[in-house]
Antibody
Framework: EVQLVESGGGLVQPGGSLRLSCAAS????????MNWVRQAPGKGLEWISY????????YYADSVRGRFTISRDHTKDSVLLQMNSLRAEDTAVYFC????????????WGQGTLVIVSS | DIQMTQSPSTLSASIGDRVTIICRAS??????LAWYQQKPGQAPKLLIY???NLESGVPSRFSGSGSGTEFTLTISSLQPDDSATYYC????????FGQGTKVEVK
């Protein structure tokens, strides 16, 4: 069974940094691209970052480019999201998402971790 | 950027009703479209991919259709467990979600 478990969320002041982690299990992690998707309180879903299986291809949404960095650690089967220069509008639940092996839809989702940016 | 627009934003229907949600793309996305179901406090769950392919384990009352710029998600006979918000998502160019359709079961 695929499991994606996010951690690292919490309360941070505007301008601060936070690092999210997603521990993956139940599938061959090195064969799958991964994503982060966020959802502001009471709002819809927003894709924010993608990393290919070999880390050679990385994409960011305009809203986070230059502030967030995605990476993956194959020794720990985990995907990371380093978030810098945080703003109030970054407040959201952040989901770790597994892409289908052959297609580009999102096959499995973690339960999410809440990030609150507030003074 | 490809924008996705869903309608309606909310709908209320009775058990056994046939329900249809529409999703429109700002540019043609062929059949690169998925549908997700999200219940309060939970992560989204994949229902449909490639516009009309039912994900394994999803009840057959859910179906998807369309191509190009207009797509539909249909629930053939609404059940109490279907109360949720439904999102379409294009994956032709990066990934964009519709704003969601909240379905209430009367």
């Amino acid at each position: 069974e695929v499991q994606l478990v996010e951690s690292g969320g919490g309360l941070v002041q505007p301008g601060g940094s936070l690092r999210l982690s997603c521990a993956a299990s139940g599938f061959t992690f090195t064969s799958h691209a991964m994503n982060w998707v966020r959802q502001a309180p009471g709002k819809g879903l927003e894709w924010i970052s993608y990393i290919s299986s070999n880390s050679r291809t990385i994409y960011y949404a305009d809203s986070v480019r230059g502030r967030f960095t995605i990476s993956r650690d194959h020794t720990k089967d985990s995907v990371l999201l380093q978030m810098n220069s945080l703003r109030a509008e970054d407040t959201a639940v952040y989901f770790c998402v597994k892409k289908d092996a052959k297609d580009f839809y999102f096959e499995s989702w973690g339960q999410g971790t809440l990030v609150i940016v507030s003074s | 950027d490809i924008q996705m627009t869903q309608s309606p934003s909310t709908l209320s229907a009775s058990i056994g009703d046939r329900v249809t949600i529409i999703c429109r793309a700002s540019h043609s996305i062929s059949s690169w479209l998925a549908w997700y179901q999200q219940k309060p406090g939970q992560a989204p769950k994949l229902l449909i991919y490639h516009a009309s392919n039912l994900e394994s384990g999803v009840p057959s009352r859910f179906s998807g259709s369309g191509s190009g710029t207009e797509f539909t998600l249909t629930i053939s006979s609404l059940q109490p467990d279907d109360s949720a918000t439904y999102y379409c998502q294009q994956y032709e160019s990066y990934w964009t979600f519709g704003q969601g359709t909240k379905v209430e079961v009367k």
